[in-house]
Nanobody, 123 residues
Framework: QVQLVESGGGLVQAGGSLRLSCAAS????????AGWFRQAPGKEREFVAA????????YYADSVKGRFTISRDNAKNTVYLEMNSLKPEDTAVYYC????????????????WGQGTQVTVSS
């Protein structure tokens, strides 16, 4: 069983930066793939980024490639999402997810989810 808690969201101006954290409980988290998804009002949840268990492989949605960076610190059981050059269209609730298998850009393949953290980018 893995529990995930996101933090670091907030209000930022366009062009600014935020760093989201996802703290996990459970000794097996270091062997899990992890991902970040987001959901804007009235829209479906969409893939943002994913990382394998070691941090050696990362994947990004085209919309955030070059602006966002996913990373992890297994000693701290934490996954991060560094977000730079933020745009108003990045406004959404951001969710952290984990799964014992390989990273995926499909939300249904993740077994564990956090409660989400709000990111609002003003123009």
């Amino acid at each position: 069983q893995v529990q995930l808690v996101e933090s670091g969201g907030g209000l930022v101006q366009a062009g600014g930066s935020l760093r989201l954290s996802c703290a996990a409980s459970g000794r097996t988290f270091s062997t899990y793939a992890a991902g970040w998804f987001r959901q804007a009002p009235g829209k479906e949840r969409e893939f943002v980024a994913a990382i394998n268990w070691s941090g050696g492989s990362t994947y990004y949605a085209d919309s955030v490639k070059g602006r966002f960076t996913i990373s992890r610190d297994n000693a701290k059981n934490t996954v991060y999402l560094e977000m730079n050059s933020l745009k108003p269209e990045d406004t959404a609730v951001y969710y952290c997810a984990a799964d014992p298998s390989s990273p995926s850009d499909y939300a249904f393949e993740y077994d564990y989810w956090g409660q989400g953290t709000q990111v609002t980018v003003s123009s």
